[in-house]
């Protein structure tokens, strides 16, 4: 049963930060909507999916040392919320944020968990 448990919370945040990654990966599909011709549907391309391929960076590292992945992902969240804040201050902008902000910070949570667990040994 233990076994169990740890491998559902080893596999857990790295399965959901692959789904998260693609999710976020997948807003960059609006870039076809303009005419930008081929060099700026690449750049834009890129451009929309420098997000996802930071998180890429940190899911690749984190794989091994879990410490990476809970720091990194929380991050990104926070990151994600004070982009979007404004002054004054909206507590709708923040509730909206939590949507794709809290996804982070779940997995941040479950990488930091794994690690305290794996150090605990």
């Known amino acids: 049963m233990k076994n169990n448990v740890s491998q559902g919370l080893y596999w857990t945040p790295r399965i959901l930060s692959i789904i998260f990654i693609l999710f976020l990966a997948m807003f960059s599909l609006d870039i076809f909507e303009g ?15 420098i997000p ?3 998180l890429l960076i940190i899911l ?17 969240g926070l990151t994600y919320i004070a982009t979007l804040t404004r002054n004054p201050f909206e507590w709708s902008v923040l509730f909206w944020a939590m949507q794709i902000s809290g996804v982070a ?5 479950l990488f930091l968990v794994g690690w305290h667990k794996k150090s605990r040994g």
Request: charged fraction near 10%; aromatic fraction near 18%.
């Open 52 to 54: 996802a391929l930071i």
């Open 35 to 49: 005419n930008y011709g081929f060099w700026g549907t690449i750049l834009g391309l890129f451009m929309h999916n």
């Open 60 to 76: 690749l590292i984190s794989w091994k040392r879990e410490i990476v992945g809970g720091v990194g992902f929380i991050l990104a």
């Open 105 to 109: 910070f779940l997995i941040g949570i």
